[in-house]
Each structure stands twice: as structure tokens, then as C-alpha cells.
């Protein structure tokens, strides 16, 4: 029986799959940068004399998304080396590195930490 002809669109579509994953946790880390700063825009008006409801709550819940953001992007690359460790090496394209995609994975869930401490403290 004849051995099917390396297809490398399989590693191609895990490749998208993990930067949708990297796309999906930067917008919610982006977005938790926003609810906890805006908690800060809110103590502004409230110290200048105009009265805003607030609970001080949007510190917490912009970090929650910041973590959340992390786990996206964290699970993102874990799937991603779990999935290109079970193709077979004839259908990696030969250019390619999976290794930089990986890098960069992991260095914006350490961004997203660090943020998520900046946020805290």
C-alpha cells in the first residue's frame, strides 16, 4: 500500500489554531488592563470632588481577566506542542520552526503575569 503524500496544511492549521489562541488571550488580557484602570479613572473623579458610585471592585475584576487572559494563551501553547509532537516529521514543512511560535506563546504569558502583579500592587 503506497504512503499518503506529506501534507503540511495539518501543521498549517494547528499553527492558525494556536495564534487564534494567542489572539483570543491578548484581547482579554487587554480588556482586564482596561476594567482595572478604569476603577483608577473613577477614584480621579471621585477625589475631585464628583460622586461616583463605586465598590473598588475593577482592580480585582481586571486582573481576573488578565489571568484569564494568561490561561488562554498558556493552554493555547500547551495544545499547540502536544498536537505538533504527533505529526509525523514528513508533514512539517521544511522552512518552519515551531519553536519560535512556542517562544512567543510563552513570553506573553509571562507578560500577562507580570501585568496581573502590576495590577495587584
Known amino acids: 500500500m503506497p504512503q499518503p503524500a506529506p501534507d503540511p496544511r495539518v501543521?498549517?492549521?494547528?499553527?492558525?489554531?494556536?495564534?487564534?489562541?494567542l489572539r483570543t488571550g491578548?484581547?482579554?488580557m487587554a480588556f482586564g488592563f482596561v476594567v482595572a484602570r478604569f476603577g483608577l479613572f473613577l477614584r480621579l473623579v471621585q477625589a475631585q470632588g464628583g460622586t461616583v458610585p463605586g465598590h473598588g471592585l475593577s482592580p480585582y475584576l481586571g486582573c481576573t481577566l488578565v489571568g484569564l487572559g494568561v490561561l488562554a494563551t498558556a493552554g493555547g501553547a500547551?495544545?499547540?506542542?502536544?498536537?505538533?509532537?504527533?505529526?509525523?516529521?514528513a508533514d512539517l514543512p521544511g522552512s518552519s520552526s515551531f519553536r519560535f511560535v512556542v517562544l512567543l506563546s510563552w513570553a506573553m504569558v509571562l507578560m500577562g503575569a507580570a501585568l496581573t502583579v502590576v495590577l495587584l500592587v
Open 11 to 21: 501543521y498549517f492549521a494547528a499553527e492558525r489554531t494556536l495564534l487564534a489562541w
Open 78 to 89: 500547551l495544545e499547540y506542542q502536544r498536537f505538533c509532537r504527533t505529526i509525523p516529521p
Open 26 to 28: 491578548i484581547t482579554i
